[in-house]
């Protein structure tokens, strides 16, 4: 059963709360006792889901979760946004694979970075991606 | 508006990144860089990237845009000191910068691009 020890949400509405967001992510990621490399794995996941949320959910927010399951321990993000959505979320996965201004990494990649990742998405409705990271 | 300083040093120009950069300050480096090899001859661009905790696909996309308009400038870019988890990550991620030249550290990376620009033997 997964608990949820701590959780904090953000907007994400510029480019600046992106920012924000790495750094909340990074705290977070360090009061857990993430290892430098999976800090910066998860730090790496949040600014490409954060960036989706802004360029193409046109904003949203994060919440920021220490989860407990059983004697593991991890953090949570999800990610909501209520764009446009998207109508094939098998195709917005593969590499190379962009709408916009990155290099069709962000969604792939992020899932590549985590160890748990889920996405819901539903056309004209908005998007919600969450992912695990559980401390190694 | 903020602005990543570019320093002229001879025939090359230096950037060093700040921690948390956003996404608008790497769009304007990149415009900046471009202006600053024209504007004074540059060639070569050392980037210092060792205060960056990460480098996700947009801050690799815009070194790699860099490292390729420099190029068509007939300048030559080096991205240095990249942190051990950084590049862990990079990797992990799907972006492995493949045209960019890195070297460890300043020193390495001047020495690269004089290499690079065939004055190695050249003093300074």
């Not at chain 1, 953090?75 to 979320?89: C, H, K, M, S, T």
């Not at chain 1, 195709?91 to 748990?116: N, V």
């Not at chain 2, 950037?15 to 202006?35: K, W």
């Amino acid at each position: 059963m997964l608990r949820v020890e701590r959780s904090d949400i953000r907007e994400i509405r510029t480019s600046e709360d992106v920012v924000a967001v790495r750094q909340a992510v990074r705290r977070e990621a360090v009061a857990v006792g993430f290892n430098l490399v999976d800090q910066t794995k998860i730090v790496t996941a949040s600014s490409e889901l954060a960036r989706n949320t802004l360029d193409y959910g046109g904003g949203g927010t994060v919440a920021i979760e220490t989860v407990l399951n059983g004697v593991r321990c991890g953090v949570r993000l999800i990610f909501e946004d209520q764009g446009p959505g998207i109508a094939n979320i098998e195709l917005a996965l593969k590499d190379g694979f962009s709408s916009g201004s990155g290099m069709g990494l962000g969604l792939g990649g992020a899932k590549r970075l985590s160890h748990e990742f889920e996405i819901e998405s539903e056309t004209g409705k908005g998007t919600r991606v969450s992912i695990v990271r559980w401390k190694g | 508006m903020d602005r990543i300083p570019i320093l002229k040093m001879g025939e090359y120009l230096l950037v060093t990144i700040q921690a948390d950069m956003h996404d608008r300050l790497a769009m304007t480096l990149q415009d900046d860089l471009t202006e600053q090899i024209v504007k004074h001859r540059a060639r070569g661009v050392l980037i210092d990237i060792s205060a960056l905790e990460m480098v996700d696909s947009f801050i690799g996309r815009m070194l790699g845009n860099i490292a390729g308009m420099a190029r068509l400038l007939d300048a030559e870019t080096v991205v240095v000191g990249m942190q051990p988890s950084v590049a862990i990550t990079l990797v992990e991620l799907g972006l492995s910068l493949k045209g960019i030249r890195t070297a460890l550290d300043v020193e390495k990376g001047m020495e690269g691009l004089r290499l690079a620009l065939g004055n190695g033997n050249a003093a300074g």
